[in-house]
């Protein structure tokens, strides 16, 4: 059973900057890609960015030049650093991880990311 456990949401002031962290534990292959998405109040989960095992990375538009992806193959975690954070990227964060070759998607619960003044 694979688990993605996140961590490193919060309350930021615009302008600030966070970091999440995302864990994965399990059976998982080595083929794989992670990423980040999040849903905001009243819509749909959107992409906000991926990165696969040979670091090719992918971002939203909105993101782009703002947040960064990164991840330890070796410790199976992927981050997202998030800097100039806008009241606009509040959302819930979720990781999330496809594991190519078992053709199977995990998500995280999730982890709250508030930009507020």
């Known amino acids: 059973q694979v688990q993605l456990v996140e961590s490193g949401g919060g309350l930021v002031q615009p302008g600030g900057s966070l970091r999440l962290s995302c864990a994965a534990s399990?059976?998982?292959?080595?083929?794989?890609?992670m990423g980040w998405y999040y849903q905001a109040p009243g819509k749909g989960r959107e992409l906000v960015a991926t990165?696969?095992?040979?670091?090719?990375?992918n971002y939203a538009d909105s993101v782009k030049g703002r947040f960064t992806i990164s991840r330890d193959n070796a410790k199976n975690t992927v981050y997202l650093q998030m800097n100039s954070l806008k009241p606009e990227d509040t959302a819930v964060y979720y990781c999330?991880?496809?594991?190519?070759?078992?053709?199977?998607?995990?998500w995280g619960q999730g982890t709250q990311v508030t930009v507020s003044s």
């Open positions: 999330w991880i496809r594991d190519h070759p078992l053709k199977r998607d995990y």
């Open positions: 399990g059976i998982i292959s080595s083929i794989n890609t």
């Open positions: 990165i696969s095992t040979g670091g090719g990375t």
